[in-house]
């Protein structure tokens, strides 16, 4: 089998490229523009999502965040930002603000069947046992998300554990080349995705396709992996198979994802940002405790789609209607499974 080969910019490994590269600073002058315009927004009582750039003007922080987009979509695909003004505005005005910024970088898609296109990760477990991951307080394994960009705006961290970790997945796809062609092959033809109850009405719960976990178009390599909806779907459909091979390939994915010379690994901060493009990096999360009488752990996210937007494969897509998960009236980002990916 002929597998493409990513491009250099990429490839970035933590044990050659410190963390430090591709870190950034929101300049606090430059942001002072829009950060007025988000918080007269706030006193208004407006929604974020329905504000456009006229209402939100950035001002001469476009250079930065033009910079910013570049280097997501064309470069390493990887960035984390500090300096956003979360202890100068209301939680009200950093919605907008944050929304602000990523009308700069793409549009906002649907983050669940409930059509958040702001969305908070924080635990909601005590209400919903069942909660989609980035409602939870569990480890969640190395993924990525269904969107061109994802972006995390951190509120308050959590009282323990909640660290990131983030890898390029084009590195991975050359050390699997390098190592286990076989396993690779597998990856390239891939596997049918659970939907975990987040189909639109029409739509199978399993896809009908096989979704590749590494593909090429137009000679660019994309990477798309959620192995709990491919293990969802074989444990819930007997035409559905995952042999020793299959398994090995997970394996090994995930124990490259984990190696220390390759991913960067840190616990965001109040203030800091991380943006990564879903097609060119995977990202993965420790679980996390919030302790009684400390602020629960809370963070601003986006998914966004690009313009003009990256070419990939259609067997990529596991749900109709992406980028983003499409909104079902009535439903929850909630599904009781018993398979548990560690």
Known sequence: MTFGTPTPATLW???????????????????????????????????????????????????????????L????????????????????????????????LGTAVSQSVMGERL???????????????????????????PADLLSFLCINPSSSGGVSRFVSSATIHEELREARPDLLERLYRGYRYHRLGENRPGSKPITEHRVPVFSVCESLVSCRYVRQYIEVAADEDDTISLDALDREAFGLLESLAADPALHHEFRLKSGEAVFANNFTVLHARSSFEDLAGAPPRHLLRLWLSTEPKRPVTADILHFDGEPGVPAVQGRMPSYETSVEVQ
């Open 119 to 145: 969305g908070h990760v924080r635990d909601v477990t005590r209400d919903d046992p069942h909660a989609r991951a980035y409602r939870n307080r569990s480890e969640l394994t190395p993924h990525s998300d």
């Open 13 to 71: 490994r933590s044990s050659q490229d410190p963390l430090e590269q591709f870190r950034r600073s929101v300049p606090a002058a430059d942001a002072t523009v829009l950060a007025a315009a988000a918080t007269r927004c706030a006193e208004a009582g407006r929604s974020p999502t329905m504000l456009d750039p006229n209402d939100l003007p950035v001002g001469p922080l476009a250079n930065f965040l033009d910079d910013l987009r570049a280097e």
């Open 73 to 104: 979509v064309d470069g390493s695909g990887f960035a984390l930002v500090d300096g956003f003004p979360v202890d100068d505005l209301s939680l009200a005005a950093t919605e907008c603000f944050f929304w602000g910024v990523g009308l700069r």
